[in-house]
């Protein structure tokens, strides 16, 4: 595990060693135990090593047999002790004990399909010098970043937008399409960035930069068929095996290493399945909040004590919001308003000082449908379908007369239930998570941009941007589609960023079971009724692991990693909002009318709406732009 970077200029144009090195020290926190250089010409690769396995003979670069073949490469290749053997049987020599050596030699067997034989996480570039070009790959699912940038001077990539803004000469232009998507989203999509001038490498994609000219591919794709036929019981213990071995190869490491746990199901069986491989205690690593209903360190503690875990809590005050916000805005590099990356940033703090590497529950819900819309989805599809004089004229002027109960359970409040079931239908249902989740509708966006902002950027809405995946995903029902569109927007956009960001700005290596890619290529093919049957959610991921966990967590419901932002703004943080957000210096005020934000804080101060996820993205937003200095 480690951060990369480099850059190619013209040839002739020999590698400045000085900026070479501040781009990578700006990534120094991903890799504090050594840092690695290859400079020739006008090619410069280099590297920060978090040291994970080989800890003696597995520094970067490397290179081929013949040293006409260098690499930098960030992540974990967990099928390496396979390809050893099968590579050292086609004549290869190895000089270290490093997953990154086998994958110089895949390259030199298979050219850019060197990917396909890799089972892992990773982002990497091979210089071939031999040919003169460079391969820069991530892998399938996106858990390990890399972005990218042409300019005047050459190519230039790291794992992280911080190395590459080290570059004086790169535009720092802020892409306000990006903006305009972030409101709405809480992140950037791929391969949009915050700046113009600088693009992300989407998931199971690689660029090839061959003497100036520049092409990216995709080399993966998640198909969703042919389905497996064989009965629940069979598929049910083909889950166990399958999900067991995908945990085994995850806790090869020659550092200490333990679980983030949450209390959720998916978090929960990972600690389960480690207990049952490991010869000792897992150590465990929760977080919580003060406010007693955002905290669920109670589920936690019951499957810790389960297992008899080495247990560690830690508890968020919003005391600590005001700098944290900041030094998150420092760590993403762009717009990310995903609050749980505040606790998410604790939680990997405290887990650092006991291991090194942290296994997790990320990626269960958008393979096993773990989340409430995906039912909520189909009531809100057949609302849609029921003629027009209903929908549009008579539904409209009896929710406009109904008086809302009092003192009702949201669940059981039908009246808000309608009329939020009449909101979402108007929505395309190919963009599910703009439905249910977005932040910024398309006409609050519209009324917070200037007029001279507002049409600089394509007419294209969120929901369309999202919907272009729901169209082209290789799957047939409407579920598999929405599975495949969170899979490869909402996953890797903002749950495998924030995750990221988050363990590295510790110098923490984080590893997801459910996001190994053979996992989730059989998940995929799964019939519908195993992942959502019913009102069941994960049916069949419940069913294979009913056994595994106390019954308080094995049958709970899905419950967000949320923060008490509405509270928060409303209580002790709405004087701090108020000042940044409508002092007239905001820099928000050079994109957006500062009228619409401040009547977003009064209505929320005044408890008339709760506008608390807005304002931190709005507050996310303003910290970006002080700190990058985009223009």
């Not at 690499?71 to 390496?80: D, H, S």
């Not at 396909?116 to 820069?136: C, P």
């Not at 409303?570 to 009228?595: N, T, Y």
Request: charged share 25%; hydrophobic share 40%.
């Amino acid at each position: 595990m480690c951060g990369i970077c480099g850059y190619i200029n013209p040839e002739g144009r020999p590698v400045d060693r000085d900026l070479l090195d501040r781009m990578n020290a700006a990534i120094r926190h991903r890799g504090p135990d050594s840092d690695g250089f290859f400079v020739r010409d006008h090619v410069g690769l280099a590297m920060r090593r978090l040291a994970i396995l080989d800890l003696v003979t597995g520094d970067q670069p490397m290179s081929n047999e013949a040293g006409d073949i260098w690499i930098v490469f960030n992540g974990e290749i967990y099928n390496y002790p396979e390809l050893r053997p099968q590579l050292e049987a086609r004549g290869h020599v190895f000089r270290t004990h490093a997953d990154t050596e086998a994958i110089v030699h895949l390259y030199e067997d298979f050219g850019d399909d060197c990917v396909q034989h890799l089972r892992g996480m990773f982002a990497f570039a091979i210089w071939d010098a031999r040919r003169g070009r460079l391969l820069l790959a991530r892998d399938r699912l996106g858990k390990k970043p890399l972005y990218y940038a042409q300019h005047a001077q050459g190519l230039v990539f790291g794992s992280e937008i911080k190395a590459l803004l080290e570059v004086p000469t790169l535009p720092r232009d802020i892409d306000l399409e990006a903006i305009n998507h972030y409101l709405t989203l809480q992140y950037v999509p791929d391969p949009l960035t915050g700046f113009q001038h600088i693009r992300k490498l989407p998931p199971a994609h690689r660029l090839i930069w061959e003497r100036g000219a520049l092409r990216v591919e995709r080399y993966w794709d998640l198909p969703y068929g042919p389905k497996w036929t064989a009965p629940d019981a069979e598929l049910a213990e083909d889950l166990r095996t399958r999900l067991r071995e995908a945990v085994r190869l995850r806790l090869l490491s020659d550092v200490p290493l333990g679980a983030h746990l949450s209390g959720g199901l998916d978090s929960s069986l990972i600690v389960a399945l480690m207990s049952e491989a490991a010869s000792g205690p897992v150590k465990t690593f929760s977080i919580g909040f003060e406010e007693a209903g955002f905290s669920e360190l109670p589920y936690a503690r019951a499957v810790a004590q389960r297992y008899g875990t080495e247990h560690h809590e830690f508890v968020v005050s919003y005391g600590d919001v005001p700098d944290m916000m900041q030094r998150l805005a420092r760590q993403f590099d762009e717009p990310f308003a995903d609050s749980s990356a505040l606790p998410l940033h604790h939680l990997s703090r405290l887990t650092r000082q006991h291991v090194t590497v942290a296994l997790n529950g990320d990626g269960g819900d958008e393979i096993f449908a773990g989340y409430q819309r995906y039912r909520l989805d189909r009531f809100a599809n057949l609302y849609a379908r029921l003629p027009r004089a209903i929908t549009q004229q008579i539904m409209p002027a009896l929710l406009k007369s109904a008086r809302e109960p009092v003192n009702v359970p949201i669940e059981a409040n039908w009246v808000a239930g309608l009329k939020r079931l009449a909101q979402v239908a108007a929505i395309t249902p190919d963009a599910s998570i703009v439905r249910w989740g977005s932040y910024f509708d398309e006409a609050q966006k519209a009324a917070l941009w200037r007029p001279d902002r507002r049409h600089a950027f394509s007419n294209l809405t969120s929901a369309d941007w999202l919907a272009k995946s729901f169209r082209s995903a290789p799957a047939t029902s409407f579920l598999d589609r929405t599975l495949y569109t969170d899979t490869t927007n909402y996953l890797p956009g903002d749950l495998l960023v924030k995750a990221d960001r988050m363990t590295m700005a510790n110098s923490l290596e984080g590893r997801s079971p459910f996001l190994d890619h053979m996992l989730v290529e059989w998940v995929a093919r799964l019939p519908e009724h195993c992942k959502l049957r019913g009102s069941t959610h994960k049916y069949l991921l419940r069913a294979a692991f009913a056994e595994h966990l106390p019954p308080a967590v094995s049958n709970r419901g899905k419950r967000g990693f949320g923060i008490p932002l509405g509270a928060w703004f409303r209580g002790p943080l709405a004087a701090w909002s108020r000042e940044v957000l409508c002092d007239p210096q905001a820099r928000i005020g050079q994109l957006f009318d500062l009228v619409p934000v401040s009547t977003l804080v009064q209505e929320h101060t005044a408890g008339r709406t709760d506008h608390g996820k807005r304002l931190w993205t709005l507050l996310m937003l303003e910290f970006w732009l002080r700190l990058s200095k985009a223009t």
